[in-house]
């Protein structure tokens, strides 16, 4: 398509739509009719696309996650489909700024934080990599809450992103299926003596999917993300006169439950779990039936994907159809399930290990239950005699009263990964360890990704046009060939180049800020950045002391020699998660008493930016010189900002956690600041049970005057939160080791400051984290996971001339 071609296309478009010239219309009737002429475009290449996978009978891949985090489509759709200069460039002839439209689209924000960004980002790469496989989740409508700071609180408004309409989505009403909740089921033979389920009462609710076109990148390759929203079906119209018991059913995917480690919501959440697990696996069925194929065979044509526990009940669903309704004896149905189940581990933290009471899986989904019990009394009997008593207690599926969702997950499939190389070895060796001795076999690691065209390309057009002048462009398929920019650790063109382009982005970023918060920030200042979810894991309070250190530092010699620093906060907390938000109101208050202290002469800035989702995570990374990657050790999964801020050119400041060390690997020792306890520190300490925080706050004047910040008065404003925090340190000893690493993590940050001065330095260790960043692509990821764990292909039949001379093959 020429830029002439586009804009004939658009002007007529819009005059078919709304019968309006381009000076009359709005931004969002513009963005509307951009995006129903890309719709249009992509819709035949997704038809064939199915179609291929079809005819072909390929093996496919489906996601199941409960969450989805997308962000915006409309730029990374246009870079996709490789129009986006021609549209840019075309738009603007028209007199219309892209950008001005790209502000029209809601972020779609169907996740909390990390593990609904990863399936987004893998849902690209699996599209971009030409691979068959497909996304499964719940169309919430309303995504994660808006976050506003009203006094320094949180305060949490509904996201009604669907509230103008969803212009990607295409509703597919006749592919909607019923969805049997409650009611009894008890087990009957029928006349040749086969068991057969009885059901009596329950309801059905009605799943209808509402489908997502993932676009490859410049491959013709359009898979599907399909999410469920959930009616009153039509038959049942009569049941349902009663106001309270319609909202009953639609509440079933109205809400995503705000927070990613807790069982908040308890029965509602597994009924949303049950919802989507079973609408997926009959779509997949129903699908199946039409190849003709047996159903023993169904592994070689269909992989599910459990992303976290929240989809496990897909092995008890899958064996429900094929034991129920297809009449496979239970033996087959198991061999097939656990060839067709797959499961990546998230998190060691137990208290987000799920259980559900039986009690509740017996009211949501009773016969689940039954076959879940099922299960678990033949892996009892398969292991007794093979394994102690003792382990196989600890190992099966149902507890006392308790369902275990990473055991059942486990047990049901042929592999589980963890998301990092030390946290995978740690589920080897520590949290599944009673597993490994089952199944040692079935544990592997698949390192994070995250999709470098959106991070690096789409959010950093600038680095973009330095790094393509410097490389050329075959790192926008190949994302390894970055590497390259390592010929240029001395060039001083492109090292300006890329200073030049960084301190375009920070000059946005300071305009943005200034809009959002009035706070005035230098683009000459270090830009300090840590976005992620609020957790006391994370340590967010760590950084936070050592800003109040640094403050205190400067207000007893103001003429101390440090580099300006602003310190930039984005993140949510659970709104159930009391100390999480004490810690935001303290931050807070800091910076209201920081950036109002004219005695520190705009060396110190905290700006905690309002509501962190992608999109503004698409301006801060950047604008970022620091990357603040500071869990305690073995706490955090992988992490997948440090990949985006490292791709971006900041230079990480981290704990040897989760992806970190890979990093760290990348660039090498000289290019990070590494600091603080290692897992095996940190697993002695718990081994031998003998930190005690206070001596370290007694040990340490620096540190206890830090920490006596927070009850003494020092930081005006803050109440029962100061103290929160301080009996969170000292009365509770500290759970995350905040106290012990302080130190470590001042010098390093002293480190930063030194590192920063000099300039040239400086630079180079920036182009060095970029340079590296490719092997993080989640194109990668992906292909790793379709090779070892999914047994897919990638197919190219669909595939015409001028994407062949385009694709991402990656072979
Ligand atoms: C990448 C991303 C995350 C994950 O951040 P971590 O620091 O790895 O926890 C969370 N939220 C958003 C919006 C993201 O883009």
């Known amino acids: 398509m020429t830029k002439e071609e586009f804009k004939q296309r658009f002007t007529r478009r819009l005059a078919e739509k709304y019968a309006m010239e381009v000076k009359d219309a709005s931004a969002n009737e513009l963005y509307q009719t951009l995006g129903s002429i890309m719709t249009a475009a992509y819709a035949e290449k997704w038809q064939q696309t199915w179609q291929d996978y079809r005819n072909q009978k390929q093996k496919q891949v489906y996601y199941f996650s409960i969450e ?45 934080g990390g593990l609904g960004r990863l399936a987004s980002c893998f849902m690209d790469s699996i599209a971009s990599t030409a691979l068959p496989g497909n996304g499964n989740g719940i169309r919430y409508e309303y ?52 068991l057969e389920p009885v059901y009596e009462g ?22 599907t993300m399909r999410l469920w929203s959930a009616e009153i079906p039509a038959e049942e119209e009569d049941k349902y006169r009663n106001i309270d018991d319609r909202r009953k059913i639609e509440n079933l995917t109205s809400v995503l439950y705000p927070d990613d480690s807790n069982e908040a919501g308890r029965k509602l959440r597994l009924s949303q779990e049950y919802f989507f697990v079973s609408a997926g696996i009959q779509s997949i069925i129903r699908h199946y039936q039409k190849l003709n194929e047996p159903f023993e065979k169904i592994n070689q044509f269909v992989g599910i994907h459990i992303n976290d526990t929240h989809p496990a009940m897909c092995v008890a669903e899958f064996m429900r159809i094929l034991v129920d309704e297809e009449k496979m004896p239970w033996e087959k149905a198991w061999d097939v399930t656990v060839k067709v ?17 039986t009690w509740m899986l017996k009211d949501v989904c009773p016969r689940i239950l039954q076959i879940i019990e099922e299960i678990d009394r ?208 303290v931050i807070n208050e800091t910076a209201n008493m920081i950036n109002r202290d004219p005695a520190i002469n705009d060396k110190l800035k905290i700006v905690f930016l309002e509501n962190y989702n992608v999109s503004l995570a698409e301006i801060i990374i950047p604008a970022a010189d620091v990357s603040e990657q500071i869990s305690l050790a073995s706490k ?46 940190v697993y002695r300490y718990y081994d031998e049970q003998n930190y005690v925080a206070s001596d370290v706050y007694n040990s340490d004047p620096v540190l206890k005057k830090v920490v006596d910040a927070f009850v003494d008065g020092s930081i005006p404003n803050i109440y029962s939160e100061g103290q929160e925090i301080y009996d969170s340190l000292l009365k509770y000893n500290d759970e995350f080791f905040v106290l012990r690493d302080f130190k470590a993590y001042c010098i390093a940050q002293h480190a930063i400051d030194t590192a920063y001065k000099d300039r040239q330095r400086w630079k180079k260790i920036s182009l060095i984290n970029t340079a590296n960043a490719g092997r993080f692509s989640a194109d990668y990821t992906v292909k790793k996971y379709a090779d070892d764990i999914w047994q897919i292909e990638p197919v190219f039949a669909h595939v015409t001339e001028r994407g062949a001379q385009h694709g991402t093959y990656l072979l």
């Open 202 to 223: 329950g309801d059905i609710v009605r799943a209808v999917p509402y489908d997502t076109g993932m676009v490859g990148y410049e491959n013709d390759t359009v898979n």
């Open 636 to 681: 955090e999964a992988s992490g997948t900002s440090n990949m985006k801020l490292m791709l971006n050119g900041a230079v990480t400041i981290a704990t040897l956690d989760g992806a970190n060390i890979e990093i760290r690997d990348a660039v090498g020792d000289d290019n990070i600041a590494i600091f603080g306890l290692t897992e095996e520190e």
């Open 378 to 585: 033949r892996f009892v009997q398969e292991m007794t005699g093979v394994h102690p008593f003792d382990l196989i207690e600890r190992t099966r599926i149902i507890q006392g009263d308790q369902v275990h969702m990473a055991n059942l997950s486990i047990i049901g499939s042929h592999s589980t990964n963890g998301v990092a190389k030390l946290h995978s070895d740690l589920l080897k060796a520590v949290v599944l360890h009673d597993f490994y001795i089952l199944y040692p076999d079935r544990f592997n690691n698949k390192t994070n990704g995250i999709a470098e065209r959106r991070w690096g390309q789409l959010a950093n057009r600038q680095m973009t046009k330095v790094v393509d002048q410097a490389i050329g462009t075959s790192w926008h398929k190949n994302p390894e060939d970055m590497r390259w920019l390592m010929n240029y650790q001395t060039d001083q063109q492109v090292l300006d180049g890329l200073a030049d382009a960084k301190h375009q982005n920070k000059v946005r970023l300071a305009e943005y800020i200034e809009a959002t918060t009035g706070v005035v920030v230098s683009p000459a200042a270090i830009f300090d950045v840590q976005i992620k979810r609020l957790h006391a894991y994370k340590r967010q309070l760590l950084n936070l002391m050592h800003i109040l250190k640094l403050y205190f530092d400067l207000k007893e010699n103001p003429a101390l020699d440090i580099h300006p620093r602003v310190f930039i906060f984005g993140a949510k907390a659970a709104p159930s998660y009391h100390y999480a938000k004490s810690v935001i109101k």
């Open 143 to 194: 995504g994660l809450f808006k976050q506003r700071f009203i006094d320094g609180y949180q305060v949490e408004l509904p996201d009604e992103w669907l509230n103008k309409g969803n212009l990607w989505e295409v509703r597919k009403e006749s592919k909607a299926v019923n969805i049997r909740f409650g009611g009894n089921v008890y087990l009957k033979e029928d006349e040749t003596g086969e």
């Open 341 to 357: 189940m797959s499961y990546t581990n998230h998190t060691i933290m137990a208290e987000a290990l799920e259980k559900w009471p």
């Open 68 to 112: 989805f985090l997308p962000g915006r489509m409309l730029k990374s759709n246009l870079l996709n489909m490789g129009w986006l200069d021609t549209v840019e460039e075309g738009l603007a002839e028209l007199g219309i700024k892209l950008e001005e439209l790209v502000k029209m689209e809601p972020d779609m924000a169907l996740g909390n």
